[in-house]
């Protein structure tokens, strides 16, 4: 199926309207944290934290919220990213795998993005710069301080929320039970996945007229690099689809820049492309306590299986498993979490039959014949 930059997902979440409230108890609010301190040292003096809840918190016998489950977005998201069609109704819609009159769904924004406080609020450059950790930091407060719960049944995230889904596993171990990271790997941010941030970095920096993140206009380059994000995230196969000819990929690129403009600033995106830096929860994989289930797409260029580096993390962790899905005319590369009838039949089985799920043999990541 091709789709155009827009219907794929690869244009800011901001470029397309979530539906209206269409799920049992949803709401949205704010968490005000007072001097909120970052790993770097710095502070602000107040920081917002937005999220949206959908269903309806139960207690059991302690008095305890236990039916909570934390959804986490990726880099250009909100919370609100899963409402889209291809999500909302796929995860949360009536006998999905956490439908809303089941489950306390909680989908924060994360530090730097949607309704949370991010540079493009006033500071601009002047935002301290914040890594995972302190996006992490702000989910469990909303979490905890804002929300009350103090343990989750799941906690769920796709590419960056995956990758803070690791984090989370091994920061507050026994404060969830499952652990699901999808398109994410759990080692440090490097080779393509580096190299392709830092070009987007210094594609901004270099921007005469981003003139030390004291803009008033946008810079006029960042939009012309902007489609590096759906160039690596659509598969190869995806992108040759939408760009079958010369005059093809021109017309394409064309509707690429068109997509983000007047939505996409570009303090906010130098913070979020920077924000991985501090991301490396190899060390500490021993530390998880949840059962985790990883699941990676076999086209996703950011991800790729030719690392080979899932098997060897899950063998550190108590209990996990890791699933590969292949290749087909369905799967857009990194984007394909954006698809969940792609992998939402795992996260059905996982949160019904946790033990079973994970006593499964792991997917290959090598290909057939190699050694």
Same mark, same amino acid.
Do not use: C, H
């Given at each position: 199926m091709a789709l155009t930059p827009l219907a794929a997902g690869l244009a800011p979440i901001a470029a397309m309207a979530a539906p209206a409230a269409a799920y049992p108890g949803q709401q949205e609010g704010d968490h005000v944290v007072e001097n909120f301190k970052f790993a770097s040292g710095e502070s602000l003096d107040r920081v917002k934290l937005h999220y949206t809840t959908l269903g309806t918190p139960h207690r059991g016998a302690d008095g305890e919220i236990d039916n909570a489950v934390l959804v986490l977005h990726g880099t250009t998201g909100t919370g609100k990213s899963f409402l889209i069609p291809t999500l909302g109704p796929e995860l949360f819609g009536e006998g999905a795998p956490l439908d809303a009159r089941r489950w306390y769904v909680i989908l924060p924004d994360g530090l730097g993005r949607g309704g949370s406080s991010k540079p493009s609020d006033g500071l601009k450059a002047h935002f301290p710069r914040y890594g995972y950790g302190d996006v992490v930091e702000g989910q469990h407060r909303v979490v905890t301080e804002a929300l009350g719960v103090k343990h989750l049944r799941l906690v769920l995230g796709t590419s960056m929320g995956g990758m803070q889904a690791w984090m989370w596993g091994e920061r507050y171990p026994g404060e969830m039970d499952l652990l699901m990271a999808v398109a994410s790997q759990p080692i440090p941010v490097s080779g393509r996945n580096a190299l392709w941030r830092r070009l987007l970095i210094e594609g901004i920096r270099t921007d005469p007229d981003w003139k030390g993140g004291e803009y008033t206009a946008q810079p006029r380059s960042f939009g012309r690099i902007l489609p590096i994000f759906n160039i690596m995230t659509e598969s190869v196969l995806g992108l040759q689809k939408q760009a079958p000819t010369r005059? $093809? =990929? #021109?017309?394409?690129? #064309?509707?690429?820049? $068109?997509?983000? +403009?007047? /939505? $996409?600033? &570009?303090?906010?995106? @130098?913070?979020? *492309?920077? !924000? !991985?830096?501090?991301?490396?929860?190899?060390? #500490?994989?021993?530390?998880?306590? $949840? /059962?985790? %289930?990883?699941?990676? *797409? &076999?086209?996703? +260029? @950011?991800?790729?299986?030719?690392? #080979?580096?899932?098997? &060897?993390? %899950?063998a550190r962790v108590k209990d996990g498993r890791f699933v590969l899905v292949p290749t087909s005319p369905e799967t857009h590369g990194h984007q394909s979490l954006r *698809?969940?009838?792609?992998? /939402?039949?795992?996260? =059905? +089985? *996982?949160?019904?039959?946790?033990?079973?799920?994970? +006593?499964?043999e792991s997917s290959s990541e090598r290909p057939e014949g190699s050694r």
């Open positions: 005059a $093809a =990929a #021109d017309t394409a690129y #064309d509707k690429m820049i $068109a997509g983000y +403009e007047n /939505k $996409a600033d &570009a303090n906010d995106w @130098l913070y979020w *492309f920077d !924000s !991985s830096y501090d991301y490396d929860p190899s060390p #500490d994989l021993e530390k998880i306590t $949840a /059962k985790v %289930l990883a699941v990676n *797409f &076999a086209d996703d +260029e @950011l991800n790729p299986p030719q690392l #080979d580096v899932m098997n &060897a993390a %899950l *698809f969940a009838g792609l992998w /939402k039949g795992y996260l =059905a +089985e *996982f949160v019904r039959q946790p033990e079973a799920t994970t +006593e499964k």
